[in-house]
């Protein structure tokens, strides 16, 4: 739930239990009973040079098998005081028990449905109409086109914050019951909103196809983005996307949809939050994941 290492969670949310350091690299199996000088910084892994010096301040003698016992407990400690102040935080904001949940998305999920999801908006599809809508889902492309630059010329490589939340923020969904349709309703409702089974035409030239299908092989199912002729499921949004890259496309029947914008909310609320709250308050990094 909380993707994150224990060493920065017990920061982030300045628990009064740090997580302490140890030389994980010094222990094998032949000096479990060793009692010493404290092992060299070289056994102590991801930290700072002044954090084992004031680590060694503490001690005159080191005994391997005591401070294992002590690492483990305040391991425990700290972790207990993080879900412990991670529970409270959620609490406050949202009136919803995290223990609940067992994972990030299912309790993201229950905040939206409870604090900000109005009643009858997202209907529960299943059946043969939850089936055609599925085919359309196809994953997100992720495919790594090696650039062909020419010498001496520069390649700039963008990020895009928040990409997910930021679709989710300016675009409408589907909402209420979908209604099942023959033949182009684009002939009689311009911008109809849905799942459309068509026809798709690629244009013949296009270096880099941007519509995805899934296809049977001798392997099992794969997804391609293929150039040519061929029939599947697609949002509506899509099909204007790809207009402008000279896709063409003949409407068959589908599922129309209200449309709204459902999430701009959601997104809105924790956003600001992690503005509102520095690097330094734990409500930045809940708001963050």
Known sequence: MLNVSLRNLSKSFSVET???????????????????????????????????????????????????????????????????????????????????????????????????????????????????????????????????????TKLYAYDVNSLYPSVMFNNDMPVGKPILFEGDITKIEEDAFGFFYCKIVTPDNLKHPILQTHIKTDNGIRTIAPLGTWEGMILSQEILNAQNFGYKFEILWGYKFERKNIFKDYVDTLYNLRLNYPKSNPLNLIAKL
């Open 18 to 152: 740090q997580k302490s350091i140890f030389p994980y690299d010094f222990v094998n199996e032949s000096n479990l009973d060793y009692i010493g000088q404290i092992p060299d910084f070289k056994f102590f892994d991801g930290i700072s040079s002044l954090d084992y010096n004031c680590y060694v301040e503490n001690y005159n003698i080191w005994n391997l098998r005591d401070e294992t016992i002590k690492y483990c407990e305040i391991d425990c400690i700290s972790l207990y005081q993080v879900i412990i102040k991670f529970n409270e935080l959620i609490f406050e904001q949202f009136k919803i028990n995290i223990h609940k949940y067992p994972t990030l998305s299912s309790l993201a999920f229950a905040i939206y449905r409870s604090v900000f999801l109005e009643n009858n908006t997202i209907p529960q599809l299943s059946g043969q109409v939850a089936k055609d809508i599925r085919t359309s889902y196809t994953g997100g492309a992720v495919d790594m086109y090696i650039p062909e630059n020419k010498e001496g």
